[in-house]
């Protein structure tokens, strides 16, 4: 009868246990943790997309506050390194960070900690830095410049045809002149203020644009400054690849005193520092990518070496429409988002720009930075009629200067 109850009870004992166990796997809190390394905080609009992303990623997989440990405002330098390395000894096993300065430092710890997933968001070696361990990943950003664009040239087309501009609105070609207030002359910034052009031109042919550089991610005064000369330049539409409020606040003080002027923004609505001019903000949905990527590192796979996605899968969108659009913007944009999503338009149809006069046919993407076009490592990126964007890596590589956008510095 011992025998039995003993029997009986090991039983009860393992099926208790079990259950515990179980119950332990499906809460997402076994041991599990996040380390993020951002560039800035959440009063930085591009880092405060990424912690909101991170943060509905970790809250519809079930993982807790305390399995994420936030490194904050943490520059492109040996301090990301050391970042990286403290994160790996807090027991992350996967580690994030959000800006292109980082990625040689994430790679570095990635070469030193190969059982521990890195990811340098915007990058773009992990493909050729030969670590099993290391990925980047991007979005199709410029499928929601795109879209930002057909917003501006909504606009545009309603103030040609209303009578609202003045001479020096138009340049010596008759073109209306729109504003672009970039960080870097790099490809992200390249690819992104020429998929705007393309959208704004894409309702409104006669367009030309200004490109000025802040050298800077987030410098609210720099970004102002831009603003503020591409206006006196005459631009009417001021868009921007740079991170902070700056160019918006600069643009809404202008429209005050009564200059015919409105902005596009970037990553975050910028309707409460410029509500009257605001038409729009491009952005991405930080959430869609961090949700796989967690998700795969929860369950022991292997994140995408290269992940980019755009419209098709929600990774990108644009910010609520201002009341300053122009009328039948709504349509217009719902028309535009549904062909990207079907794939029956291409943001960079090479029929629809030029450089220097003539089609582009070919483009070779340098892919290992050694800028050799024969190296084997690179490759075409234009087939099918039109450059493939994030398509070969999946940061943007689309670098062309095409006729219509002069930068100016």
Known sequence: MKKVLSLILAVTMLIGCCAMLAGCGNSGDDGFKIGVILIGDENEGYTYSHIKGIREAAESLGVKDEQIIWKYTVGEDEKCYDAAVDLVESGCTVIFSNSYGHQSHMQKAASEYPEIQFVACTGDTAAISGLDNFSNAFTFVYE????????????????????????????????????????????????????????????????????????????????????EALAARGAVVICQH?????????????????????SVGYNVDMLSVAPDVALTSATNNWGVYYTYAIKAAMNGEKI????????????????????????????????VEA???????????????????????????????????????????????????????????????????????
């Open 144 to 227: 929601s410049r795109f879209v930002s664009g057909v917003v501006a040239g909504m606009k545009i087309k309603e103030l040609v045809e209303a009578g609202k501009l003045t001479d020096a609105n138009y340049d010596a070609n008759g073109n209306v002149k729109m504003g672009y207030v970039g960080a870097y002359p790099y490809a992200e910034v390249v690819s992104g203020y020429t998929a705007f052009f393309l959208g704004a031109k894409s309702v409104y042919d006669k367009i030309s644009m200004e490109v000025q550089y802040t050298n800077s991610w987030f410098d609210i005064t720099a970004e102002a400054t831009a603003a």
């Open 242 to 262: 740079a991170d902070s409020t700056g160019a918006p606040s600069a643009v809404q003080a202008l429209h005050k005193n009564g200059q015919v002027v409105y």
């Open 304 to 335: 995408a070496t290269n992940w980019a996605e755009g419209y098709k899968t929600g990774a990108v969108c644009i910010t609520a429409l201002g009341s300053a659009c122009a009328a039948g913007t709504a349509e217009k944009v719902a028309e």
């Open 339 to 409: 062909a990207l999503k079907a794939g029956t338009l291409h943001v960079f149809d090479t029929s629809k720009f030029t450089v220097e006069g003539k089609q582009v046919t070919s483009c070779i993407v340098d892919l290992d930075g050694n800028f050799a076009n024969t190296d084997p490592a690179d490759k075409e990126a234009v087939w099918d009629g039109y450059f493939h964007e994030s398509e070969l890596r999946s940061a943007p590589s689309f670098s062309l200067i095409i006729d219509g956008i002069t930068p100016l510095n």
